[in-house]
Every structure is written in C-alpha cells, then in structure tokens.
C-alpha cells in the first residue's frame, strides 16, 4: 500500500482524481473499456467534482458499480446514495453503463442475487472508496467478514456507523438513519486490480490509525486493504495526524 498524504483535502481530491484518471484512461486504451466501483458521502466530494471536471476521460467507454446503499428510503431522499451519484457524477459524465442498487426494493435479497449476477461477469479495474469513522469499508462494520464471498450483503448498521452519517448532515435526527444497508462484500471490494483510497478530516484519524498501524482485524475493517497489491491510500494532514510516519509518501504493509 502506498500512502500520499496532502496539506489539505482540496489537494488530496485533485491528486486522488488525477491518479483515478490515469488508470480509467490506460485501461481503456489496453482493453478499450474500463469498470469502476464509486463510493460517497462527504469524503468524496472534492475527488469527485475533480474526476468528472476531466475532459480526458472518455466515459463512453465506462462500467459503474455502486458501492453501498441505504435500505427502505427511496432515491429521493436527501441522503439517498443513488440521488448523490446521478448529481455528482453520473448526470455529469454519464457512463455508458450504470449498476445502482434499488435499496429500497421490495426483496433485497432478490435485489442482492440481480447484482450478484451482474457483478460476477465483470472485472473490475478500480475501486474509489473511503473509510468510516468506525473503520468500516463500504458499510462492512465491525466485526466484519472478510471470508463472505456473496458479492453484496445486507449490512445491519451499527451505532457509530448511524451516528457518522447524522453528523455529516444527511439526516435530521438519529432516529431517522436507517438500521440497514445493501453493501458491497470486502471480499467483492478486494477482487479490483486496483483500489483508490480517500479519506480526509481530523474525524477519520483514529480510523486511519487504528486501520494502517495496528493489527490487521475485522474489528478493522479497512485494515485488510493493506493485504492488496495494489491500494493507494490519500490522506490529508488531518486524518494522517495520529501516524508515526510522517513523510508526504510512504508505502505500508
């Protein structure tokens, strides 16, 4: 794993686009189609408004996988993840081919086994995610399964996890935050040959500690990123504030 470390998230956002621009582009022009997973919520922001404000990237040529997602809201729901992605990249740039996960369908579970079949068929060339407060990858909260092999899951959503996401500002009161969730698998998350890491904000330093200094650990959940070959890992100076290592570019095992 190699780790880049910003002065500030308006930095992180345009270097961790410019390296995901690079590999949509190289893939495209090796197999003439690049796959990608995207994740959300605030983290993402300036990576995203920096990814889609390239003109170099023909999205023509593009696979979207969606991430995770909240069950039982609909899309037009202020914290809906697919309301997100539609305003901040697909209706933007507009791959040829969106997978969204219907989080509020009727069976998750047949929603679940529609993506699991999709998914199967597909190599995914890069993964843009985050990390949560709690450490979680996608909505795989601790203790979280690194042996599941089903591409997509249903994630009941612990505390922490529901508190983070009232205090980005989706939702109005705690009661509101959904107690369950359709996510990516980790064991789908590390089948990508590679994985671009985003995470800024003093709030994720534990995180970021506890993930890429400690153990590796399902109590951890994004620790296990340091066991992939290739996973590039942005930090801005606030959540890198509690590493030993305090070079701008280092690599982790």
């Known amino acids: 794993m190699r780790v880049k470390i910003y002065g500030s998230k308006q930095e992180m956002g345009k270097a961790a686009a410019e390296e995901a621009a690079g590999i949509l582009k190289s893939t495209i022009k090796e197999k003439g189609e690049a796959v990608f997973v995207v994740a959300t919520g605030v983290s993402q922001f300036e990576f995203l408004e920096n990814l889609t404000s390239m003109s170099s990237i023909d999205w023509s040529k593009t696979t979207m996988f969606h991430l995770d997602e909240y069950m039982d809201i609909p899309e037009t729901h202020p914290a809906s993840f697919r309301k997100y992605l539609k305003e901040r990249l697909i209706n933007k740039v507009h791959p040829v081919v969106v997978h969204l996960i219907k989080g509020d369908a009727e069976d998750p579970e047949l929603e679940c086994e529609r993506l699991d079949r999709i998914i199967s068929k597909k190599e995914i060339d890069v993964a843009f995610v985050g990390i949560g407060e709690n450490g979680h990858l996608a909505f795989n909260n601790p203790p979280a399964s690194f042996d599941n092999d089903k591409p997509y899951l249903i994630i009941e959503l612990d505390e922490a996890c529901r508190r983070q996401q009232l205090g980005e500002g989706w939702f109005r009161s705690f009661d509101e935050v959904p107690r369950r ?73």
């Open 181 to 253: 969730a359709i996510s990516m698998s980790i064991r789908q998350i590390m089948k990508s040959k590679n994985i671009i890491c985003i995470v800024p904000d003093s709030r994720k330093a534990q995180a970021v500690k506890d993930c890429f200094e400690g153990n590796i650990s399902s109590y951890h959940p994004a620790s296990i990123l340091r066991k992939h070959k290739n996973v590039l890992l942005f930090l801005d100076k606030d959540s890198a504030k509690l590493l030993k290592k305090v070079d701008n570019e280092f690599s982790l095992s």
